[in-house]
């Protein structure tokens, strides 16, 4: 289980002053065992903040993380990684040198994998895995491709007990989407916890629960039912979708 208690996330102001930009302000939240939740929320609202704090990128102003019991305030990536903690970039990163075939070996926990194994990784996530096992996870690969090989490394490692996806929708394609809707029911199935942020109605549909964030606060959590009236009223009330109308 993973609990957030009054966590907030500062950051120096752009103007130089001496003041700060609050982006959370004061999140609660628990995210039980085996549970299918998703985050949403208008642009700009902290989603993806949260996710990095959660994940040990960035660590909190004030307050504190809990998993499973344990305070991992001060852990960071690695340590949270190796305690069952995985995510999935935004916009994933590169890694010049490294084939898309070392990336899931070593996402696997650095273990030797059978080249079908890591086919079976590859076609899960919609790529077919002639083409890709043995291409270096550079910039010749789109940003969709990249994705995809991400989401996969979450996939091939074994010891996920809380899988993080920020916006895995993004720039990849129909059919895969609906390929990834799949990995993410058997990662459910398989009693794994899942974390996504998403504005993708298809995904809202399989979440057991829905986390609204806006202006850096939790403004509902409960059923889509419960929480897209919410969503339209935030949406309607935020004054750079009126400016845009
Ligand atoms: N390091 C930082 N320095 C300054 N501002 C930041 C920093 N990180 C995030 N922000 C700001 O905090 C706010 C929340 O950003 P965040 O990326 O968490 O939003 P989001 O809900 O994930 O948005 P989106 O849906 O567009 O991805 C934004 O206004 C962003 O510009």
Not at 202 to 213: C, K, T
Request: charged share 25%; net charge negative; aromatic share 6%.
């Amino acid at each position: 289980m993973l609990e957030l208690r009054h966590v907030s996330f500062s950051v120096p102001d752009e103007n130089g002053t001496k003041n700060t930009k609050e982006i959370l302000k004061d999140i609660n939240l628990v995210i039980d065992e085996q549970k299918f939740v998703v985050i949403t929320g208008p642009n700009g609202g902290g989603k993806s903040t949260l996710a990095k704090l959660i994940a040990g990128i960035e660590k909190p102003t004030s307050g504190q993380i809990f998993f499973n019991g344990q305070d991992i305030t001060d852990w960071d990536i690695t340590k949270r990684a190796q305690n069952g903690i995985g995510y999935a970039f935004q916009q994933p990163v590169r890694f010049k040198g490294i084939t898309v075939m070392d990336l899931l070996c070593l996402a696997a926990g650095n273990k030797k994998l059978d080249k079908c194994v890591v086919c079976q990784y590859l076609s899960e996530v919609g790529l077919c895995a002639e083409n890709y096992i043995n291409r270096e996870v550079d910039a010749s690969l789109s940003g969709g491709e990249l994705k995809r090989i991400e989401i996969a490394t979450i996939v091939a490692r074994k010891n996920t007990e809380l899988a993080l996806f920020d916006e895995p929708e993004a720039g990849i394609d129909l059919w895969s989407f609906h390929k990834l809707i799949k990995v993410f029911e058997r990662m459910h199935d398989q009693k794994q916890s899942i974390l996504i942020i998403s504005h993708q109605e298809r995904i809202l549909n399989i979440a057991d629960e829905i986390v609204l964030i806006a202006d850096g606060t939790v403004r509902k959590v409960g059923t889509k039912e419960e929480v897209l009236p919410e969503l339209m009223d935030v949406v309607g009330n935020c004054k750079f979708y009126k400016e845009e109308v």
